[in-house]
């Protein structure tokens, strides 16, 4: 008689446990995304060399010297998603999001009418988004090898005839993200005779990403009752903490018209929980037993990487000025992540800004051999691999900058390729996701 059987595991555990941590929890938590004020995403940040605005300020606390008044800004932001398979006729699966990812204020003491020794002693405090997690994701796959052949070279043996080939074998994947990766700052900034601008920060960081995946696969072969032969998979993915990190940067103006900066984000400290849950059944011919685990633990030997910011900006007297930027970041147990970007910014009237801005991104995970490895004890069930190949974003902004009030608007479109892995034998998916991005940014400040 036709039975299910299900295997049920429950746990939370330490990420950083010896061979339960998956170098892509390091991915998740790593990566970041344009965001910030208007100004800030309409130059693609490439702002280091540039600073007076509170988003460049987190790549570079020198950028805070620039200041010569007090001022307040925030920032409101709308996110759309398209995430679709590529070379696949499926809808793509779209989300939205709205939120407030910058809120700044900023002290500035000393004279700014001086032109000689210390100018300003500046302050800053700020929140910021680093990072949202919102995709939804639908996938067709086939494999020269099911999870079920898989599960039976690891011993679990679920009296199914698996196939041998692709074509006998239908599968599809669903995945939802959700979280975010928020920064809060305290930023010290001094400027020299409108020459050399040095600052430090502290960062402090507080992290959630959640993820609920679903892989089910269903075989030609089918039962003594005439039904096919089936396995799903259904598991969650739950990570959260803090951390705490440091930063130093300098500005250096050669000569009027030449701006030079440089920056170092240093690793940051963090603790982070980890919980996991599963689902994993079969359909066949016999019964089996379920089995139940639970573990708790926190995993306090993740370190956020180092990043390093170099930057020049050309600024043509009051008319506007040309950035460019190379980021560099350094994550144990990933690939170096590389970063060039542009930016752009004219006056073309007093008080009147328009910007456009561009950017290339590498990713920690060119190496796609790093694949999750199914583990053979089930201490963990999300095996699907998500690889960033690569991340590009254009933008353009506009911005009025009065005696008492700032007014900005940026529009970004920002296209990611990914590759996926439903679990290790699987084959790859290409995936494209389309993100759109609005911003609109409101300030105060005191002249």
């Not at 700020?126 to 494999?143: I, V």
């Not at 600052?199 to 039904?227: C, H, I, P, T």
């Not at 990190?245 to 982070?272: E, H, M, Q």
Request: aromatic share 14%.
């Amino acid at each position: 008689m036709r039975r299910r059987i299900s295997i049920v595991i429950l746990f939370s555990l330490l990420l950083g446990r010896a061979g339960v941590g998956y170098s892509q929890d390091y991915d998740r938590l790593s990566e970041r995304q344009i965001m910030g004020t208007a100004r800030y995403v309409g130059m693609s940040g490439a702002m280091t060399a540039i600073g007076g605005d509170p988003s460049a300020v987190n790549d570079n606390p020198a950028g805070l010297g620039v200041y010569r008044h007090s001022e307040v800004m925030l920032t409101l932001d709308f996110q759309r998603d398209r995430t679709r398979q590529d070379k696949c006729d499926s809808l793509p699966k779209t989300a939205n999001l709205f939120m407030m990812p910058q809120v700044s204020f900023v002290v500035a003491f000393g004279n700014p009418g001086k032109e000689q020794g210390v100018i300003t002693n500046n302050l800053m405090f700020s929140y910021s988004r680093l990072r949202s997690y919102s995709r939804e994701q639908k996938l067709y796959a086939g494999s020269d090898r099911s999870m079920g052949e898989l599960l039976d070279s690891y011993g679990i043996d679920l009296k199914i005839p698996y196939p041998t080939t692709p074509y006998n074998t239908y599968s599809d994947f669903r995945l939802r993200e959700s979280g975010y990766v928020n920064q809060y700052n305290i930023d010290w900034s001094i400027n020299i005779s409108h020459r050399l601008y040095i600052g430090a920060g502290l960062r402090m960081y507080s992290y959630r990403y959640a993820a609920e995946a679903n892989y089910y696969e269903v075989f030609a072969q089918y039962s003594a009752d005439g039904k096919p032969y089936d396995l799903e998979n259904d598991n969650s993915l739950i990570m959260s903490g803090f951390g705490v990190g440091g930063s130093f940067g300098l500005i250096y103006r050669p000569c009027k018209w030449v701006r030079l900066g440089a920056s170092i984000l240093t690793p940051t400290a963090n603790t982070v929980r980890c919980s996991t849950s599963g689902v994993m059944s079969a359909q066949t011919d016999s019964l089996r037993y379920g089995s139940r685990r639970e573990t708790y633990d926190e995993w306090k030997d993740y370190h956020a990487p180092l990043r390093a910011s170099f930057g020049a900006a050309l600024q043509v007297g009051l008319y506007g000025m040309l950035s460019l930027q190379y980021d560099y970041s350094h994550a144990k147990d990933a690939d170096d992540l590389h970063t060039l970007r542009a930016g752009l910014e004219i006056v073309p009237i007093p008080g009147l800004y328009l910007n456009a801005g561009y950017c290339y991104e590498s990713t920690f995970s060119k190496s796609y051999d790093k694949i999750v490895p199914l583990d053979p004890a089930f201490e963990r069930y999300d095996t699907h691999t998500l690889r960033p190949k690569s991340t590009q974003y254009v933008s353009g902004a506009i911005g009025y900058r009065g005696q008492i009030f700032i007014v900005q608007m940026a529009y970004q479109y920002r296209w990611q390729n990914l590759r996926m892995y439903a679990y290790e034998t699987a084959q790859p998916i290409d995936i494209n996701t389309d993100t759109h991005r609005i911003v609109l940014t409101l300030g105060w400040h005191r002249y």
